[in-house]
């Protein structure tokens, strides 16, 4: 009987543990979240404020849009409950029917075709009108539908609006001072350079949501002040950890680091092939890359975090296709030179752009590598004004680069990276160029995906890019700070974010 008893009361006390365990995992409501951002945000327009702070923190609590891009990459409904393509030109969205704005009224269809069309104004410069220039036509269905009409296809229409916030027609004069969008969070105050206040709101569309009561965004530009009140408990989350900091915060024992599965941040360099004569032997290009140390940067300057890649594509990219791994060895890189005639070795110059640690620390280990080899390469660091004249010329021998790809489709890193850049590179460009411009008109989704597929092993072959590392994306948080979502763009989404009592 006495063992009954003893077995019973372990069993009781382990469900106890458990339950505990479960019920400090539940969501829990209220508290105030106070969130470092990295500079202060002083105007509230979503269509004409294009800092990254703005984008990824504000933009996307205060304000909302038909649909975001999610934790994999793919288009998840927002303001939208769902969408279909009616043709390679036409596209149907359907809108929820439960949604106020933060001043009480009603969102409708209405809304959306001013958004898209408030966008289009000149007059108005927004950053964003390049993005639906080809929008023809706004059909209203009804108060809840609409079609939207281009005037060729466009491959990156989803992508386009996720990043398109939905205002109320009427509003637009008072977005400077007082956003005024769909979002959990409803703007409160601003006092510039101090803190920006955002309270729940209480009618929002989703119920139950958001847990927080106050989301607090203080700007703090010094990475190391931003730290300090970490450590200190009077911020509870900080937005850009660098990584030099992150065993700073792994060795905490109350604090931890916020990340994603996938990133579409891309560390790479760029290759002036024309520029170097030697550059032009696919041999050498091929030493190039043997000779690079991927594991080496991905471990002491990025400790450990990232993915190493070989496709010019992030992973979580469509029609992204994993090329053959190439392996670190400089025997290897010797051996490729030799048979190109390289064999003393050559010169030439990397451009890095100045006070960006982790490239100049990428930079310098490829350097002691490209040495080992009988390669000489300078590293030459730059001013932003210097540095972007070598970029936008393509006057560069090789280049250090870094590039958040804004949306799913691989047509934008193709239109802004890969295409002006082998135009002046390649000996022969022509048919990577018609490919390019083809895959961004191709209607048909497998002929595209083939198209593309073949884009990622023409650069592979000849490399005029040399991917590195997909980098990081970095927030480090106190431990009973829960459920912040972080997509691989960088968009944060504190919704369902809780702090644990």
Request: hydrophobic content about 40%; charged content about 25%; proline content about 5%.
């Amino acid at each position: 009987m006495k063992n009954k008893i003893t077995v019973l009361f372990i069993v009781l006390s382990l469900l106890l543990v458990f339950s505990i365990g479960v019920m400090a995992e539940q969501p829990q409501e209220g508290g105030e979240l106070v969130f470092s951002i990295g500079s202060d945000i002083d105007d509230f327009n979503p269509f004409t404020n294009q800092t990254l702070t703005f984008i990824k923190t504000f933009g996307f609590n205060c304000y909302e849009s038909l649909l975001h891009i999610g934790p994999d990459m793919e288009h998840v409904p927002d303001l939208a409950t769902s969408w279909e393509r009616v043709d390679p030109k036409t596209y149907r969205f359907n809108i929820r029917e439960d949604v106020k704005f933060h001043n009480g009224e009603i969102l409708t269809a209405e809304d959306v075709k001013f958004s898209i069309e408030y966008t289009q104004d000149p007059d108005l410069g927004s950053w964003l009108q390049p993005y639906f220039a080809n929008v023809d036509e706004i059909k209203i269905i009804d108060d809840y539908s609409i079609e939207i009409t281009l005037t060729e296809v466009s491959p990156t229409l989803l992508d386009d609006l996720s990043m398109l916030k939905i205002i109320k027609k009427g509003t637009e004069d008072e977005l400077r001072q007082t956003p005024i969008g769909t979002g959990a969070f409803e703007f409160v105050s601003w006092s510039p350079n101090e803190r920006i206040v955002l309270e729940r709101f209480d009618d929002y569309w989703e119920e139950g949501k958001p847990y927080l009561e106050k989301l607090v965004l203080r700007p703090i530009p010094d990475s190391t002040i931003q730290l300090t009140n970490l450590e200190a408990g009077t911020i509870n989350m900080l937005e850009g950890l660098p990584v030099s900091e992150i065993e700073r915060i792994q060795s905490a024992d109350t604090l931890k680091i916020i990340t994603t599965d996938l990133s579409n941040e891309t560390l790479l360099f760029e290759v002036g092939i024309n520029n170097v004569e030697p550059f032009q032997n696919e041999k050498v290009m091929q030493a190039l890359v043997h000779a690079f140390p991927r594991d080496i940067v991905k471990d002491s300057v990025f400790e450990g975090l990232g993915s190493i890649i070989t496709s010019i594509y992030p992973t979580g990219a469509q029609f992204y296709k994993e090329m053959p791994a190439i392996e670190y060895n400089e025997d290897k890189a010797k051996e490729l030179l030799a048979e190109a005639g390289y064999e003393d070795g050559f010169e030439f110059t990397i451009e890095v752009l100045s006070g960006n640690i982790e490239h100049e620390q990428t930079a310098v280990i490829y350097q002691n590598s490209l040495r080992n080899i009988g390669i000489d390469a300078k590293i030459n660091i730059q001013e932003m004004s210097q540095w972007l004249d070598k970029y936008v010329n393509r006057s560069f021998d090789m280049i250090v680069n870094w590039y958040p790809m804004a949306g799913t489709d691989p047509s934008i890193y193709n239109n802004q990276i890969l295409l002006p850049l082998v135009k002046e590179v390649l000996p022969d460009p022509d048919y990577l160029v018609e490919l390019i411009n083809k895959g961004a008109r191709e209607e048909d989704q497998e002929a595209r995906e083939r198209i593309y597929h073949e884009i990622q092993e023409i650069v592979f072959a000849k490399k005029p890019i040399i991917p590195v590392l997909e980098t990081p994306i970095l927030y480090a948080a106190e431990d009973d700070v829960k459920g912040v979502e972080v997509n691989p763009v960088g968009h944060l989404f504190f919704k369902n974010t809780w702090l644990e009592k």
